[in-house]
């Protein structure tokens, strides 16, 4: 069982930046696949990034490519999402993932969907101005 455990939403101006942390409880942290999704009012929930265990290999979204930035410590139990250059079309609620049987999603960006992951957060609201 993983627990997850999000923060660093906030409101902030289109332009600006934000970084959320996601911190997981257990001991076998290191063994998951790490994901970002976000899911706006109206919306299904929409992959943002994704990083293997050992932070070598990411992956995003088309939109978030070159301005986001997913990381994650292991010693730390924790993984982060760098926004920055946010657009108005960024709000939404963001949610942390984790997944056992994720890294399928590295492969094809078919599997990018919210069933490959086990664990989820409860989210953060991240609400970006014009």
């Known amino acids: 069982q993983v627990q997850l455990v999000e923060s660093g939403g906030g409101l902030v101006q289109a332009g600006g930046s934000l970084r959320l942390s996601c911190v997981a409880s257990g001991r076998t942290f290191s063994s998951y696949v790490m994901g970002w999704f976000r899911q706006a009012p109206g919306k299904e929930r929409q992959f943002v990034a994704a990083?293997?265990?050992?932070?070598?290999?990411?992956a995003y979204v088309d939109s978030a490519s070159g301005r986001f930035t997913i990381s994650r410590d292991n010693a730390k139990n924790a993984v982060y999402l760098q926004m920055n250059s946010l657009k108005v079309e960024d709000t939404a609620d963001y949610y942390c993932?984790?997944?056992?049987?994720?890294?399928?999603?590295?492969?094809?960006?078919?599997?990018?969907?919210?069933?490959?992951?086990?664990?989820w957060g409860q989210g953060t609201q991240v609400t970006v101005s014009s």
């Open positions: 990083i293997d265990w050992s932070g070598r290999t990411t």
């Open positions: 993932a984790a997944g056992s049987k994720a890294s399928v999603i590295f492969s094809a960006t078919k599997h990018r969907k919210a069933d490959v992951f086990d664990y």
